[in-house]
């Protein structure tokens, strides 16, 4: 992971004389984690991969106001959840993003297998809720770089994970015993 | 802060950062002792991993198109603008030239009085220097003139003594003709006499 981190710094100062295919190295590198965050926000590749472009493109533009260059993880990140949460109110300005931008349809009692289960109680926590779990389970940020991407204190992230956690666990649980069988 | 599933227990709250690896290391430590000689504890960490590792079963999807960037100077980083001062060759030589702008306008404005006496002098000096030019010029063209004329003149004296000359030599010939005539005449003349 350090080492990962330095390779990351590499880069940004590569990128930041100038060096494109420096940048171009950062996208290969995040790109799949980035698209998948969104993905799992979104519940459309379309919008996803398009909303993927928008960030790496942000982010090359902004890289010389990347303080801490071991911390382009999180900063990357934030600049992917803040164009999530743009592209839903461009989209939907009559609606609050928290309540419609991520529903899919999944009715409960419709899971077949395991994989479903876990897309139906994803798609019943609140986006909050949601994004904190996919921060945490599959991007697996700290608390402290998630306050971060998130913009509100660790104990508000620490809320929404474990609020999530409490609902999943009740949710998969059956699912878990028949997976178990 | 939601429940736990072991609220007896006072350290229940410290299992999800033990299983997100949240704890420093003596205090993870501390939670294997603990989940050791507590079964509620264990069980309950045994039930979050369980729905981690449900949740882990949605795998990542590869992503549809490569991302990739080419160097467009549209896209390029956004500057702060002393660095974009410093990477810009026009940018930086226009500084230059108006800090020497400036330069020289504050120079002029507090060393006004003496660049006047300097001019004023350059102007006495310059009317000296015409005066010695002039007279010089004037010197040298009488000087010219008076050679000319000395010149001239013995160039004219030289042709009068030429003619001169030339004249006294007709007039000797001349002379010498006449006394030559005056002799064949005489001869002539006696010659007829005798015959």
Do not use: K
């Given at each position: 992971m350090i080492f990962r981190a330095v390779e990351d710094a590499d880069l940004?100062?590569?990128t930041r004389k100038g060096e494109i295919e420096g940048f171009n190295l950062l996208v290969s590198r995040w790109e799949k984690r980035v698209f998948n965050y969104l993905l799992r926000l979104t519940g459309d590749p379309d919008d996803s991969m398009d909303l993927s472009q928008d960030v790496f493109l942000k982010a090359y533009q902004n890289i010389r106001k990347l303080d801490d260059t071991a911390r382009f993880g999180p900063w990357l990140f934030r600049i992917a959840h803040n164009e999530a949460y743009s592209a839903f109110r461009k989209k939907r300005p009559e609606t609050a993003p928290e309540e419609n931008f991520f529903e899919r349809q999944t009715a409960?009692?419709?899971?077949?297998?395991l994989s479903l289960a876990v897309r139906g109680a994803l798609d019943r926590l609140s986006p909050e809720q949601r994004e904190a779990v996919v921060l945490k389970v599959y991007e697996g940020f700290k608390f402290e770089e998630m306050a971060d991407i998130l913009e509100c204190p660790v104990s508000t992230v620490k809320?929404?994970?474990y609020t999530a956690l409490d609902l999943l666990k009740t949710e998969l649980a059956p699912a878990n015993a028949r997976g178990g069988r | 802060m939601s429940t736990s599933d072991n609220p007896a227990c006072e350290r229940a709250d410290l299992i999800r950062d033990y299983?997100?690896?949240e704890l420093t290391p003596a205090e993870r430590q501390s939670m294997e002792q603990?989940?050791?000689?507590?079964?509620g504890c264990a069980a309950e960490l045994d039930r979050l991993r369980l729905t981690t590792a449900a949740l882990r079963v949605l795998p990542d999807?590869?992503?549809p198109r490569r991302i990739a960037f080419v160097s467009d100077k549209v896209l390029e980083p956004k500057q702060g603008w002393w660095r974009a001062?410093?990477?810009?060759g026009p940018r930086l030589g226009f500084a230059s030239a108006c800090v020497l702008a400036g330069g020289l306008i504050f120079a002029s404005a507090h060393r006004q009085p003496e660049v006047r006496t300097i001019v004023q002098t350059a102007s006495a000096s310059q009317a000296r220097i015409d005066a010695a030019v002039s007279k010089a010029v004037s010197e040298a063209v009488e000087k010219t003139h008076a050679d000319d004329a000395r010149l001239t003149q013995a160039a004219l004296d030289a042709v009068d003594a030429k003619y001169e000359a030339k004249?006294?030599?007709?007039?000797?010939n001349l002379q010498q003709s006449y006394e030559y005539m005056q002799k064949q005449t005489q001869r002539i003349v006696r010659s007829a006499y005798v015959q």
């Open positions: 940004i100062a590569r409960p009692g419709m899971a077949i297998d809320s929404r994970l | 299983a997100f690896d603990h989940f050791a000689s507590c079964s999807v590869e992503v001062f410093w990477n810009s004249q006294q030599e007709l007039l000797v």
